[in-house]
């Protein structure tokens, strides 16, 4: 099973700032099948990037997904107040599974 | 717009049983993969279990192998979670979701329910 590690646990931050959100794989994962979710307290995640890199439909250009082999990233250029939730990675390469999450909080 | 609206959870004792359902609209159900993910504070999210478009084909987590059984009425928009012999460590938030795709593989989940809830407690 290819186990996803999410880092950091907690990111504390402030409206307008950029948001680095690292998910590290435990095997190589090809590009195309890494997923992004955001989960807000009471809510069901919701799909924000899949392929690696593409955004779901609605999805503001502020979110950006990176990264190749074992190393991916989220991207939040500019925080906005909706945007502090917990965030998920997926890779749907061998099977599927999730990393633990990130939070990002307000600083 | 998408709607995934699961129903048949609660309390149940271990050792017992119990039947989730998920009715979908505003997409053409029967086109598309659909899928069982729980959510818990310990273990985080874990995809249960997943089936293609036509019911031909399913998977089951090592979990729940052989305890679990999930299918599909497509003329009712419909997929179920039957969920036998249950424990403790099956006590989650159960989210229906949709796959990106026909094939119960090598997918996203692009759409998700509001989830509900399963108590395994005597």
């Known amino acids: 099973e290819i186990v996803l590690t999410q880092s950091p646990g907690t990111l504390s931050l402030s409206p307008g700032e950029r948001a680095t959100l690292s998910c590290r794989a435990s095997?190589?994962?090809?590009?195309?099948?890494m997923a992004w979710y955001q989960q807000k307290t009471g809510q069901a995640p919701r799909l924000l990037i899949y392929?690696?890199?593409s955004r779901a439909t609605g999805i503001p250009d502020r979110f950006s997904g990176s990264g190749s082999e074992t190393d991916f990233t989220l991207t939040i250029s500019r925080l906005q107040p909706e945007d502090f939730a917990v965030y998920f990675c997926?890779?749907?390469?061998?099977?599927?599974?999730f990393g633990q999450g990130t939070k990002v909080e307000m600083k | 717009e998408v709607q995934l609206l699961e129903s048949g959870g609660g309390l149940v004792q271990p050792g017992g049983s119990l039947r989730l359902s998920c009715v979908a609209s505003?997409?053409?159900?029967?086109?598309?993969?659909m899928s069982w993910v729980r959510q818990t504070p310990e273990k985080g999210l874990e995809g249960v279990s997943g089936?293609?478009?036509?019911?031909?084909?399913?998977y089951y987590a090592d979990t729940v192998k052989g305890r679990f059984t999930i299918s599909r009425d497509n003329s009712k928009n419909t997929l179920y979670l039957r969920m036998n012999n249950v424990r403790g460590e099956d006590t989650a938030i159960y989210y229906c979701a949709k796959e990106s795709a026909a094939v119960a593989r090598r997918n996203y989940f692009d759409h998700w329910g509001q989830g509900i809830l399963v108590t395994v407690s005597s």
């Open positions: 505003g997409f053409s159900f029967s086109s598309f993969a």
């Open positions: 095997q190589s994962v090809s590009s195309s099948y």
């Open positions: 997926q890779q749907y390469d061998t099977s599927r599974t």
């Open positions: 089936i293609g478009a036509s019911g031909g084909t399913t």
């Open positions: 392929g690696g890199s």
